[in-house]
């Protein structure tokens, strides 16, 4: 007899003021299977994983769970179906540790230390290191997720939905994540897959559901279907060929970092060691690394968040400015795109606007002190519509926005101030296919009009396709930027894990 599906749904709706995010989807889950969710910023998949997940009632349609109608009111609800999900927004509380992170996850009284133990087993099976005493203040965004992964494992879910979890990973942890996954649904677990790389869709899910403007517009077999197919699929057009402008030699130093040592913030960092490397003007530099290595930290000290120890070891179109702060790097030329969207990049209670302002307070828009509203509308507006950001107006609350479209936003705002310098971590982590090569292309026509970029990124595929020359961090030490046409992934990927690539 066979076995009914794991998760049935038929009509789901869901609305949001006039904005019909779910509009009648239908999607069957087999048992076993794993099961891509595919679609553009803002085509609905974040509201269909919410409703299953009980983040979120549907305004109509229905659930069917293992041939059974049931309502999921709750997330607790959800979880006791056999029900686990990796949030592409973490849901962690800073102040706590690890294990107390996820003991709260599993509403659980088994001891700390027990429960310690269980987590540091899971995580060395899986290779998603992670220490369970650690604060989750101290995290990286790539330490995080592997907190919220090894949540949903211990629950041992019958249904595991993930949100883009590779964005964070090495190729070679990547293809530990795809046997893990294939391993549980070989013991028939579920896996509904959320992703823009359309590469790893190909080679990991074996059914997969396109989704665009809240609809589902076809299903396929991603085995066998082209990844622009694909593409075009949830774009609703061809995939324009990528634009790389011609650019001339790169010209003198817009960022040098000599000799830069920092000490960690806390006992959980990572201590910068003797980092070195220039920026030249019209150059794009790639550096890689695994969460948790020293970007955090690396960041914070070219952004000015942290000073250096010594003037002399940050300098900005020849000025030295290690002890300067972020405003006064800015003057010089500095843009910045955190890798946290929201809390660093933006302030989810303020509109775009409001928002637009907050790394950009030039003469035009703020003079003695008042802000002219008017042409901060009008930057916030070129913004949005340069980068096609998914929002109700330059008066949306940032908070409202899908992750892809906050990114898209912060992407577009920081190239808006006309840097000399632009420092990018993960700038395309969760758009889609199309955000990100709009993404990119706007960081080479940047390049090409003299700016230096850095990207700062876990994702080899972006590296590789965007830098010209790539560096990798790897315990606070930085190996010598090498072109990209001169390494490959593999080797990059053993540099990322600690081994010497030669």
């Not at 391993?183 to 959320?194: F, K, M, P, T």
């Not at 942290?306 to 790097?329: D, K, M, T």
């Not at 901060?376 to 949306?396: D, Q």
Request: neutral net charge.
């Amino acid at each position: 007899m066979a076995l009914p599906p794991r998760l049935v749904l038929r009509g789901i709706g869901k609305s949001y003021g006039g904005t019909r995010a779910n509009d009648g989807i239908d999607l069957t889950v087999m048992q076993g299977e794993i099961h891509a969710l595919l679609g553009e910023n803002g085509a609905g998949k974040s509201t269909l994983v919410k409703i299953i997940y009980g983040v979120v009632q549907p305004d109509a349609g229905s659930l069917e769970w293992e041939g059974k109608a049931v309502t999921i009111p709750d997330p607790n609800a959800a979880r006791r179906l056999g029900i686990g999900m990796v949030f592409q927004h973490f849901s962690l509380f800073e102040t706590l540790t690890v294990a107390e992170n996820i003991a709260l996850g599993l509403g659980t009284d088994e001891p700390l230390a027990a429960l310690s133990a269980r987590i540091s087993a899971t995580a060395a099976r899986y290779g998603l290191a992670v220490d369970p005493r650690v604060h989750v203040h101290h995290l990286s965004v790539g330490e995080r997720q592997r907190v919220e992964i090894l949540r949903c494992l211990l629950q041992e879910p019958r249904l595991l939905i993930m949100d883009e979890p590779t964005s964070v990973l090495t190729p070679q942890e990547a293809e530990g994540l795809f046997a893990m996954l294939r391993r549980l649904a070989a013991e028939g677990c579920s896996v509904l897959y959320i992703s823009h790389k359309l590469a790893e869709i190909r080679a990991l899910c074996d059914q997969a559901t396109v989704l665009r403007a809240g609809r589902v517009v076809a299903a396929c077999d991603p085995r066998v279907t082209p990844a622009a197919a694909m593409a075009e699929l949830m774009i609703g057009q061809a995939m324009a060929a990528p634009v790389r402008p011609a650019r001339p030699a790169a010209g003198d130093a817009v960022l040098a970092v000599m000799g830069l040592s920092l000490a960690a913030d806390s006992p959980f960092g990572t201590a910068l060691r003797a980092i070195g490397f220039t920026l030249r003007a019209g150059e794009i530099l790639g550096i890689g690394g695994v969460a948790g290595n020293g970007q955090k930290e690396l960041l914070a000290a070219i952004s000015g968040e942290r000073r250096a120890g010594e003037n002399g070891a940050v300098a900005i179109a020849g000025v030295a400015c290690g002890q300067a702060g972020a405003s006064a790097r800015r003057r010089l030329g500095l843009a910045v795109v955190p890798e946290e969207r929201l809390g660093r990049g933006a302030v989810a209670e303020l509109s775009l606007t409001e928002n637009a302002l907050l790394t950009g307070a030039t003469r035009e828009v703020a003079r003695h002190g008042v802000i002219r509203f008017a042409p901060l509308r009008r930057f916030a507006r070129g913004v949005i519509e340069s980068f096609r950001v998914v929002a109700a107006g330059s008066e949306a609350l940032a908070g409202s926005l899908s992750g892809g479209n906050m990114q898209k936003f912060i992407i577009g705002r920081e190239m808006g101030h006309a840097p000399l310098v632009l420092v990018a971590a993960h700038p395309t982590w969760g758009v889609d296919v199309g955000a990100a090569q709009a993404i990119h292309d706007a960081l080479h026509a940047l390049a090409a009009d003299g700016v230096g970029v850095l990207i700062i990124s876990e994702d080899l595929d972006e590296i590789f396709s965007v830098c010209d020359r790539i560096a990798v961090l790897h315990g606070g030490h930085l190996s010598a930027p090498v072109a990209v046409g001169e390494t490959s992934v593999e080797a990059v990927g053993l540099l990322m894990g600690g081994l010497d690539a030669a």
